[in-house]
Protein backbone atom coordinates (compact mmCIF):
# COMPACT_ATOMS: atom_id res chain seq x y z
CA UNK A 1 0.00 0.00 0.00
CA UNK A 2 1.41 3.68 -1.20
CA UNK A 3 1.33 5.85 2.05
CA UNK A 4 -0.31 9.27 2.05
CA UNK A 5 3.59 10.94 2.40
CA UNK A 6 4.45 9.00 -0.84
CA UNK A 7 1.36 10.07 -2.54
CA UNK A 8 2.20 13.74 -1.44
CA UNK A 9 5.48 13.86 -2.64
CA UNK A 10 4.41 13.48 -6.40
CA UNK A 11 2.94 16.86 -6.75
CA UNK A 12 5.75 18.07 -4.96
CA UNK A 13 8.30 16.92 -6.88
CA UNK A 14 6.60 18.27 -10.13
CA UNK A 15 6.98 21.55 -8.43
CA UNK A 16 10.71 20.83 -7.80
CA UNK A 17 10.86 20.37 -11.78
CA UNK A 18 8.63 22.85 -12.82
CA UNK A 19 11.23 25.57 -10.92
CA UNK A 20 14.32 23.75 -12.33
CA UNK A 21 13.08 24.34 -15.53
CA UNK A 22 12.51 27.89 -14.72
CA UNK A 23 15.33 28.04 -13.47
CA UNK A 24 17.16 26.50 -16.58
CA UNK A 25 15.74 28.68 -18.82
CA UNK A 26 13.93 26.10 -20.48
CA UNK A 27 10.39 27.65 -19.65
CA UNK A 28 9.88 31.24 -18.51
CA UNK A 29 7.59 32.07 -16.21
CA UNK A 30 5.42 33.18 -19.31
CA UNK A 31 4.95 29.79 -20.56
CA UNK A 32 2.31 29.11 -17.19
CA UNK A 33 -0.40 31.04 -18.82
CA UNK A 34 -0.02 29.09 -21.97
CA UNK A 35 0.11 26.01 -19.45
CA UNK A 36 -3.81 27.08 -17.52
CA UNK A 37 -4.93 27.50 -21.30
CA UNK A 38 -4.44 23.62 -22.04
CA UNK A 39 -5.56 23.07 -18.43
CA UNK A 40 -8.50 25.32 -18.31
CA UNK A 41 -9.63 24.46 -22.06
CA UNK A 42 -8.70 20.87 -22.46
CA UNK A 43 -7.26 18.75 -19.85
CA UNK A 44 -9.27 20.01 -16.65
CA UNK A 45 -12.66 19.06 -18.73
CA UNK A 46 -11.81 15.62 -19.84
CA UNK A 47 -10.90 14.71 -15.83
CA UNK A 48 -14.30 16.25 -15.06
CA UNK A 49 -16.21 14.59 -17.81
CA UNK A 50 -14.48 11.42 -16.73
CA UNK A 51 -15.05 11.58 -12.81
CA UNK A 52 -18.39 12.79 -12.70
CA UNK A 53 -19.40 10.41 -16.39
CA UNK A 54 -18.94 7.03 -14.36
CA UNK A 55 -19.87 7.83 -10.94
CA UNK A 56 -21.97 5.04 -9.49
CA UNK A 57 -24.66 7.33 -8.22
CA UNK A 58 -26.47 5.64 -5.24
CA UNK A 59 -28.28 5.25 -1.35
CA UNK A 60 -26.83 8.23 0.85
CA UNK A 61 -23.73 9.23 -1.49
CA UNK A 62 -25.99 11.88 -2.76
CA UNK A 63 -25.04 13.28 0.89
CA UNK A 64 -21.87 13.59 0.16
CA UNK A 65 -21.58 16.96 -2.66
CA UNK A 66 -23.38 18.49 -0.11
CA UNK A 67 -21.06 18.02 2.60
CA UNK A 68 -18.13 19.18 -0.18
CA UNK A 69 -20.34 22.33 -0.53
CA UNK A 70 -21.16 23.21 2.55
CA UNK A 71 -17.78 22.91 3.60
CA UNK A 72 -16.27 24.91 0.91
CA UNK A 73 -19.05 27.97 1.70
CA UNK A 74 -18.13 27.89 5.38
CA UNK A 75 -14.26 28.84 4.34
CA UNK A 76 -15.71 31.28 2.22
CA UNK A 77 -17.07 32.90 5.00
CA UNK A 78 -13.94 32.91 6.93
CA UNK A 79 -12.22 33.93 4.49
CA UNK A 80 -14.37 36.93 3.70
CA UNK A 81 -13.84 37.92 7.36
CA UNK A 82 -10.54 37.46 7.51
CA UNK A 83 -10.07 39.62 5.04
CA UNK A 84 -12.32 42.45 5.16
CA UNK A 85 -10.55 42.65 8.92
CA UNK A 86 -7.14 43.03 7.53
CA UNK A 87 -8.73 45.86 4.81
CA UNK A 88 -8.02 43.77 1.88
CA UNK A 89 -8.43 44.98 -1.89
CA UNK A 90 -11.07 42.77 -3.97
CA UNK A 91 -8.49 40.75 -5.61
CA UNK A 92 -6.47 39.84 -2.49
CA UNK A 93 -9.82 38.98 -0.59
CA UNK A 94 -11.07 36.75 -4.00
CA UNK A 95 -7.50 35.11 -3.84
CA UNK A 96 -8.03 33.71 -0.19
CA UNK A 97 -11.03 33.02 -0.50
CA UNK A 98 -9.99 30.40 -3.58
CA UNK A 99 -7.01 29.30 -1.05
CA UNK A 100 -9.66 28.43 1.69
CA UNK A 101 -12.51 26.77 -0.48
CA UNK A 102 -10.96 24.31 -3.28
CA UNK A 103 -9.01 21.44 -1.56
CA UNK A 104 -7.19 19.09 -3.50
CA UNK A 105 -9.97 16.55 -3.27
CA UNK A 106 -9.02 14.38 -6.42
CA UNK A 107 -5.18 14.09 -7.16
CA UNK A 108 -4.17 13.78 -3.16
CA UNK A 109 -7.55 12.73 -2.08
CA UNK A 110 -8.15 9.80 -4.48
CA UNK A 111 -5.37 7.81 -3.68
CA UNK A 112 -4.96 8.10 -0.12
CA UNK A 113 -8.65 7.64 0.51
CA UNK A 114 -8.30 5.01 -1.53
CA UNK A 115 -5.49 3.29 0.74
CA UNK A 116 -7.23 3.90 3.80
CA UNK A 117 -10.55 2.94 2.72
CA UNK A 118 -10.14 0.82 -0.54
CA UNK A 119 -12.91 0.65 -3.17
CA UNK A 120 -15.90 1.67 -1.44
CA UNK A 121 -14.26 4.91 0.18
CA UNK A 122 -13.21 5.73 -3.16
CA UNK A 123 -16.51 6.02 -4.76
CA UNK A 124 -17.30 7.81 -1.85
CA UNK A 125 -14.57 10.45 -2.58
CA UNK A 126 -15.58 11.02 -6.18
CA UNK A 127 -18.76 11.91 -4.84
CA UNK A 128 -17.72 14.66 -2.79
CA UNK A 129 -15.15 15.78 -5.26
CA UNK A 130 -17.98 16.26 -7.65
CA UNK A 131 -19.29 19.78 -5.28
CA UNK A 132 -15.50 20.91 -5.48
CA UNK A 133 -15.58 20.35 -9.41
CA UNK A 134 -18.93 22.37 -9.99
CA UNK A 135 -17.24 25.05 -6.97
CA UNK A 136 -14.41 25.23 -9.50
CA UNK A 137 -17.20 26.15 -12.70
CA UNK A 138 -19.00 28.43 -9.81
CA UNK A 139 -15.73 30.43 -9.49
CA UNK A 140 -15.08 30.68 -12.82
CA UNK A 141 -18.17 32.54 -13.61
CA UNK A 142 -17.91 34.79 -10.75
CA UNK A 143 -14.36 36.04 -11.39
CA UNK A 144 -15.09 36.15 -15.00
CA UNK A 145 -18.34 38.36 -13.83
CA UNK A 146 -16.11 40.12 -11.02
CA UNK A 147 -12.81 41.21 -13.68
CA UNK A 148 -14.05 40.24 -16.48
CA UNK A 149 -15.49 44.09 -17.61
CA UNK A 150 -18.05 43.72 -20.55
CA UNK A 151 -21.17 42.14 -19.71
CA UNK A 152 -21.56 40.57 -23.08
CA UNK A 153 -17.86 39.60 -22.94
CA UNK A 154 -19.02 38.13 -19.61
CA UNK A 155 -22.12 36.22 -20.35
CA UNK A 156 -19.98 34.37 -23.42
CA UNK A 157 -17.21 33.70 -21.09
CA UNK A 158 -19.51 32.04 -18.90
CA UNK A 159 -21.69 30.19 -21.43
CA UNK A 160 -18.44 28.94 -22.67
CA UNK A 161 -16.47 27.76 -20.18
CA UNK A 162 -15.70 24.51 -21.11
CA UNK A 163 -15.12 22.54 -17.37
CA UNK A 164 -19.15 23.84 -16.85
CA UNK A 165 -19.78 21.98 -20.24
CA UNK A 166 -18.05 19.30 -18.82
CA UNK A 167 -20.10 19.01 -15.57
CA UNK A 168 -23.39 19.31 -17.82
CA UNK A 169 -22.45 16.52 -20.38
CA UNK A 170 -21.06 14.37 -17.28
CA UNK A 171 -24.28 14.08 -15.26
CA UNK A 172 -25.68 13.69 -19.15
CA UNK A 173 -24.24 10.86 -20.01
CA UNK A 174 -23.75 9.13 -16.47
CA UNK A 175 -28.14 9.62 -15.97
CA UNK A 176 -28.83 8.46 -19.36
CA UNK A 177 -26.02 5.45 -18.95
CA UNK A 178 -24.44 6.63 -22.08
CA UNK A 179 -21.46 4.36 -23.21
CA UNK A 180 -18.11 6.49 -24.20
CA UNK A 181 -16.58 4.10 -26.35
CA UNK A 182 -12.90 2.90 -26.70
CA UNK A 183 -11.99 5.92 -28.25
CA UNK A 184 -13.51 8.78 -26.36
CA UNK A 185 -12.99 6.95 -23.11
CA UNK A 186 -9.15 6.61 -23.57
CA UNK A 187 -9.05 10.05 -25.68
CA UNK A 188 -10.70 11.61 -22.40
CA UNK A 189 -8.50 9.70 -19.87
CA UNK A 190 -5.04 10.63 -21.55
CA UNK A 191 -6.29 14.55 -21.79
CA UNK A 192 -7.50 14.21 -17.96
CA UNK A 193 -4.25 13.25 -16.66
CA UNK A 194 -2.24 15.60 -18.16
CA UNK A 195 -3.82 18.40 -16.52
CA UNK A 196 -2.20 17.66 -13.12
CA UNK A 197 1.48 17.33 -14.45
CA UNK A 198 0.79 21.06 -16.93
CA UNK A 199 -0.59 22.45 -13.38
CA UNK A 200 1.99 21.12 -11.19
CA UNK A 201 5.09 22.76 -13.80
CA UNK A 202 2.59 25.74 -14.33
CA UNK A 203 3.34 26.26 -10.24
CA UNK A 204 6.82 25.50 -10.48
CA UNK A 205 7.22 27.97 -13.21
CA UNK A 206 5.29 30.90 -11.23
CA UNK A 207 6.82 30.16 -7.47
CA UNK A 208 8.76 33.03 -6.39
CA UNK A 209 10.42 32.91 -2.88
CA UNK A 210 12.02 36.26 -3.16
CA UNK A 211 8.75 38.32 -2.07
CA UNK A 212 7.83 34.86 0.82
CA UNK A 213 7.96 36.93 3.65
CA UNK A 214 5.76 39.52 2.55
CA UNK A 215 3.04 36.73 2.50
CA UNK A 216 4.07 34.65 5.14
CA UNK A 217 1.20 35.62 7.88
CA UNK A 218 -1.48 35.34 5.04
CA UNK A 219 0.15 31.63 4.07
CA UNK A 220 0.18 30.22 7.90
CA UNK A 221 -3.46 31.58 8.40
CA UNK A 222 -4.42 29.93 5.33
CA UNK A 223 -2.95 26.83 5.90
CA UNK A 224 -4.02 26.32 9.24
CA UNK A 225 -7.70 26.75 8.34
CA UNK A 226 -7.40 24.85 5.35
CA UNK A 227 -5.64 21.54 6.53
CA UNK A 228 -6.92 21.36 10.37
CA UNK A 229 -9.48 23.36 10.98
CA UNK A 230 -12.07 23.17 8.27
CA UNK A 231 -11.72 19.25 8.35
CA UNK A 232 -12.28 19.67 12.45
CA UNK A 233 -15.86 21.63 11.54
CA UNK A 234 -16.89 19.20 9.29
CA UNK A 235 -16.03 16.51 11.73
CA UNK A 236 -18.23 18.47 14.76
CA UNK A 237 -21.07 19.25 12.08
CA UNK A 238 -21.70 16.02 10.62
CA UNK A 239 -21.45 14.27 14.13
CA UNK A 240 -24.07 16.83 15.00
CA UNK A 241 -26.29 15.68 12.59
CA UNK A 242 -26.07 12.12 12.89
CA UNK A 243 -24.00 10.65 10.31
CA UNK A 244 -21.24 8.43 11.10
CA UNK A 245 -19.27 5.58 9.40
CA UNK A 246 -17.86 5.55 6.34
CA UNK A 247 -19.63 8.60 5.18
CA UNK A 248 -18.26 11.14 7.99
CA UNK A 249 -14.55 9.67 7.53
CA UNK A 250 -14.10 10.02 3.75
CA UNK A 251 -16.00 13.53 3.95
CA UNK A 252 -13.85 14.70 6.59
CA UNK A 253 -10.51 13.52 5.19
CA UNK A 254 -11.05 15.16 2.06
CA UNK A 255 -11.96 18.55 3.65
CA UNK A 256 -8.29 18.32 5.05
CA UNK A 257 -7.06 18.11 1.73
CA UNK A 258 -4.18 21.06 1.23
CA UNK A 259 -5.63 23.78 -1.60
CA UNK A 260 -6.71 23.06 -4.79
CA UNK A 261 -3.94 22.68 -7.63
CA UNK A 262 -6.39 23.86 -10.39
CA UNK A 263 -6.49 27.16 -8.33
CA UNK A 264 -3.34 28.42 -9.79
CA UNK A 265 -5.15 28.02 -13.15
CA UNK A 266 -8.21 30.58 -11.64
CA UNK A 267 -5.74 32.78 -10.56
CA UNK A 268 -3.31 33.36 -13.57
CA UNK A 269 -6.49 33.36 -16.01
CA UNK A 270 -8.17 36.55 -13.90
CA UNK A 271 -4.98 38.18 -12.89
CA UNK A 272 -5.06 37.02 -8.75
CA UNK A 273 -2.44 37.28 -6.40
CA UNK A 274 -0.75 34.42 -8.06
CA UNK A 275 2.52 34.89 -5.92
CA UNK A 276 0.03 34.21 -2.57
CA UNK A 277 -1.23 31.29 -4.42
CA UNK A 278 1.84 29.44 -5.33
CA UNK A 279 3.17 29.83 -1.65
CA UNK A 280 -0.24 28.47 -0.39
CA UNK A 281 -0.31 25.65 -2.90
CA UNK A 282 3.08 24.69 -2.09
CA UNK A 283 3.09 24.95 1.50
CA UNK A 284 -0.26 23.27 1.95
CA UNK A 285 1.00 20.18 0.22
CA UNK A 286 4.33 19.85 2.08
CA UNK A 287 2.52 20.38 5.77
CA UNK A 288 -0.09 18.09 4.51
CA UNK A 289 2.25 15.09 5.10
CA UNK A 290 2.48 16.15 8.67
CA UNK A 291 -1.36 17.00 8.78
CA UNK A 292 -2.84 14.01 6.98
CA UNK A 293 -1.72 11.43 9.00
CA UNK A 294 -3.07 13.24 12.29
CA UNK A 295 -6.97 13.67 10.74
CA UNK A 296 -6.43 10.05 9.86
CA UNK A 297 -5.63 8.78 13.51
CA UNK A 298 -8.83 11.24 14.71
CA UNK A 299 -11.41 9.89 12.54
Not at 150 to 160: S, Y
Request: charged share 10%; aromatic share 12%.
Amino acid sequence: MVSSIEVILVPTLMIIIGIMLRKTNVLSENHSSLLSKIVINISLPALIFNNISTANISGEMIYLPLFGFGISFICMLIAFIYSRIRSYSKVKTWTIILLLSLMNTAFIGYPIVLGVFGNEGFLNAIFFDMALALMFVFFGVILSTLFGGNKKEVLKNGLTFVPLWAVFLGLLFNIFNIPLGYVLENSLTYLGNSAIPLIMLSLGLTINFKDFKSYLSDTIFISIVRLLIAPILLYILLLHFGFDGLILQVSVLEAAMPTAMNTLVLAITYDLDVDLVSSVIFVTTILSVLTLPLIINII
